[in-house]
């Protein structure tokens, strides 16, 4: 990787500071002016045009609608800076939800601010070939990071008033403070510009209570997430022989792949479960080994280039072919998912699908001996005695984040379920290695089925039916990827 620090020249009694010098920052030395001269001349034009972002149209309209929400305060919503991953290497920058939501702006370091329904992003200036910075700077040079939207192409490409990040200080702090709402926490400088109010949580809450409703554009970008998601499950069917006897991590590795050709990233750290892995929740380690005759659980999903992320889990025979106990877990499985599927309805309670998948699950378990008491027992609120083996609910919201809409209050995000929801089902069975209520040939062994499920007037709609889930079909999927020829991965 290339020096984050630009190689100049030293400033000595050799090369006195003069006008033939140009200043380039504290501590920094100055660069010759010949050379400032030379590296900002003669250039084309840049590769902007006159193009619209395709969701323009409905960030103004989320604006709109929360201006009137907060009709007499002033709304101060920042996206974040880059964060630091090692010493002066910094993690690829993801726009904050909520700001992201209302503007579609990738750029960091901007500030979105709504005051009586009128909107006005504040975006640094460009490091273009216009200053020094355009070489000198290696976290915001052009020379060093890419082509950057400053004020003039993000107000055409946003569809949006525009104005420098430099004048948004002035512009908040003469303002009463009790008027003017902030989402903290993105950006410290901005924090610290506006005395935190107590009614500071009603922004957050607000803007998640209306992402939870999704509209056609981010529909479309769910689906395109899973589409991609759907591909990135069939590159890693192909890839299994050659992962037999190595790690997750060739798991992991293919997935990724496929979301950074296709989509943006993934959308939350790839769980490659194999083998007894697969009873814990949340392995993100991935580096044990896969091995035939062991099941793989992949719960993963691709983020799109406009952020909206698919949550996709399939448990799966690495040797493309159930063994008796895996079947009988997996088809437990199955037949709960398919009860929580057909709960997710229009006017349902939130819970109403982990109710009708806990009931399959536990008179399974009851059915198999390990629950020694009736399932309506074992359910009952004060008991629970399932959950040992269940362990986790089997809904959340979904879009721009995988865990969507965190900050509704829980009348909205745990109530009536509306049309245009999102949400995931994905009950799971966990019999941990060393679980001695479990039959012995049972353990270690965990199926965890989640499809992404659209709330619609006419009922479920299932955006990741691209991914076969009864039994049969899943051994089918697999057998037939593997027939075409290629074991390793394709991307096309």
Not at 45 to 59: M, R, T
Not at 401 to 415: F, L, Q
């Amino acid at each position: 990787m290339v020096s984050s620090e630009p190689n100049e020249i030293d400033v000595s009694a050799e090369h006195p500071i003069s006008d033939n010098w140009v200043w380039v920052g504290e501590h920094r030395p100055p660069v010759p002016r010949t050379l400032f001269e030379h590296m900002t001349s003669s250039w084309g034009d840049d590769p902007f045009d006159d193009s619209v972002h395709p969701a323009a149209d409905y960030c103004a309209e989320r604006r709109r609608r929360v201006g009137e929400k907060f009709v007499d305060c002033t709304l101060v919503i920042p996206t974040g800076n880059y964060k630091v991953r090692a010493n002066d290497t910094n993690y690829r920058f993801r726009p904050g939800t909520d700001f992201y939501y209302l503007t579609a702006c990738f750029e960091p370091d901007a500030v979105l601010v709504i005051r009586n329904t009128v909107s006005t992003l504040y975006v640094p200036a460009r490091r273009d070939k216009n200053t020094h910075e355009f070489f000198t700077n290696a976290h915001y040079g052009e020379l060093w990071v890419g082509y950057r939207r400053g004020i003039s192409e993000s107000a055409q490409f946003y569809d949006i008033a525009t104005a420098p990040i430099e004048q948004l200080e002035k512009d908040l702090v003469g303002l009463d403070p009790s008027s003017v709402l902030t989402v903290r926490g993105f950006d410290a400088q901005v924090d610290s510009f506006i005395t935190p109010q107590e009614r500071d949580t009603e922004l957050p809450t607000a803007l998640s209570e209306m992402r939870l409703v999704k509209d056609e554009f981010e529909v479309a970008q769910l689906q395109l997430a899973v589409d991609y998601t759907v591909k990135a499950f069939e590159d890693v069917v192909r890839a299994l022989p050659e992962a037999e006897g190595r790690g997750e991590r060739v798991i992991e590795g293919v997935f990724n792949l496929r979301a950074r050709v296709e989509g943006n990233d993934v959308g939350y750290d790839t769980i490659a479960a194999s083998g007894a892995h697969a009873t814990i929740l949340h392995w993100i380690n991935n580096d044990g080994i896969v091995r035939r005759g062991d099941m793989l659980l992949l719960d993963a999903g691709v983020e799109c280039h406009n952020l909206y992320t698919a949550d996709v889990t399939r448990t799966m025979p690495i040797n493309g072919t159930f063994s008796p106990e895996q079947r009988v877990m997996y088809e437990l499985v199955y037949r709960a998912q398919e009860a929580g599927i057909a709960a997710a309805v229009v006017g349902a309670n939130f819970i109403a699908p982990h109710e009708a998948a806990m009931k399959v699950l536990a008179q399974g378990l009851y059915d198999m001996g390990i629950l020694k008491v009736e399932p309506e027992e074992a359910l009952r609120r004060d008991r629970q005695l399932h959950r040992r083996y269940t362990l986790h609910g089997v809904s959340h919201m979904l879009g721009l984040d995988v865990h969507d809409c965190s900050n509704a209050r829980s009348e909205h995000y745990g109530g009536e379920l509306y049309e245009g929801y999102v949400i995931t089902v994905e009950p799971g069975l966990y019999f941990q290695a060393n679980d001695l209520t479990v039959p012995e040939n049972y353990r270690g062994q965990g199926v965890r089925i989640e499809d992404d499920i659209l709330i619609t007037a006419t009922g479920p709609k299932n955006l990741s039916a691209g991914l076969p889930r009864a039994i049969d079909e899943v051994e089918a999927w697999m057998k037939g990827l593997w027939a075409d020829g290629t074991t390793n991965l394709r991307l096309r």
